[in-house]
Structures are given as structure tokens and as C-alpha cells.
């Protein structure tokens, strides 16, 4: 009897401009860019965090601390292969993920299939096991003013 268990993640960052806008592994054209430690991926921390919570290793901060040098600009898909690796520790395997991004612009749809590539190869499934979406917050708050970024996930992780 295999065991299966749902997880959320969620994330937000800061946009600066002049600064990279890194999603989903995809490198964006835009104006302004999410700031963090990393690369800032939000989409790609969300992720982490849903795979982490499903499989009860703490969040993503707990493992890559915005205070150790060594996550210091590292691709966010590091982080995901880092992420996979601790959940086949524990003998758990990833099923599926559902995320949504909101934002205002860029839009993203263009790039959804490299994302989805970039994440299904870090994190060793296939890329129609991956759904990313994206919406906006209807110039409502930080969103709407292009201030922010969001993103959610959701996944599903089994074990025989």
C-alpha cells in the first residue's frame, strides 16, 4: 500500500529595478526584478516549500538560510535538486505540482513550457506533471503597484 501526502508552498519577493527576473529557472526581459538572497525564484521557492511541507522537513529557510553564504545567488533548480534529493532520503517521490504565479507583468505565458522543462529536469519527473499559471492581482496592493511578486504550489508526494 503505497502513502501519499499534499503539500502547500507559498513565497513573495520584492521587486527592484534593474535587477534579474528569474522564474521558473527562465530568465525574464523586464525592467525590475525579484530581489533575495538567491536567485529569488519565487515560483521555484513555492515549489520547495510544498515538497518540503508535504514530506515534514521544515520549510526552505530551515534548510537554505538567507544568512549562509553558500545559497548566496544559486539557481533556485539547485535548490529544487537539493530539495528532491532530501525527499528520496525519506523515501518519498514526487507525483505532481500545481503552482500559481501573480504579478502584473511580465507575462509569462510565453515561457511556461521552458519552465516547466527547467523544473521537471531538477526535480526528475516529466513536464506534463508540472501545471504553472499565472494571474494578476488586478492593480490591487503591492501586486497591482508592480512591487511584488507571489507565487503558490501545491504537489503531491507518494511512498511505497
Not at 522537513?57 to 534529493?85: P, T, Y
Amino acid at each position: 500500500m503505497s502513502k501519499i501526502r499534499v503539500g502547500f508552498g507559498f513565497d513573495v519577493h520584492q521587486l527592484k529595478t534593474g535587477h534579474p527576473f528569474v522564474l521558473g529557472g527562465v530568465n525574464l526581459e523586464h525592467h525590475s526584478g525579484a530581489f533575495g538572497h538567491s536567485d529569488a525564484d519565487v515560483l521555484l521557492h513555492a515549489i520547495c516549500d510544498a515538497l518540503l511541507g508535504a514530506a515534514n522537513l521544515r520549510d526552505i529557510g530551515f534548510h537554505f538560510s538567507n544568512k549562509d553564504d553558500r545559497w548566496k545567488g544559486i539557481s533556485s533548480l539547485v535548490l529544487l535538486e537539493h530539495v528532491i534529493a532530501l525527499l528520496s532520503e525519506k523515501g518519498w517521490s514526487l507525483g505532481n505540482i500545481d503552482a500559481m504565479v501573480c504579478l502584473e507583468e511580465p507575462k509569462i505565458n510565453p515561457h511556461i513550457a521552458a519552465m516547466q522543462a527547467n523544473i521537471a529536469k531538477s526535480a526528475g519527473i516529466d513536464s506534463d506533471d508540472i501545471s504553472i499559471k499565472a494571474t494578476t492581482n488586478e492593480k490591487l496592493g503591492f501586486i497591482g503597484r508592480q512591487e511584488g511578486v507571489v507565487a503558490y504550489a501545491v504537489c503531491l508526494i507518494e511512498k511505497a
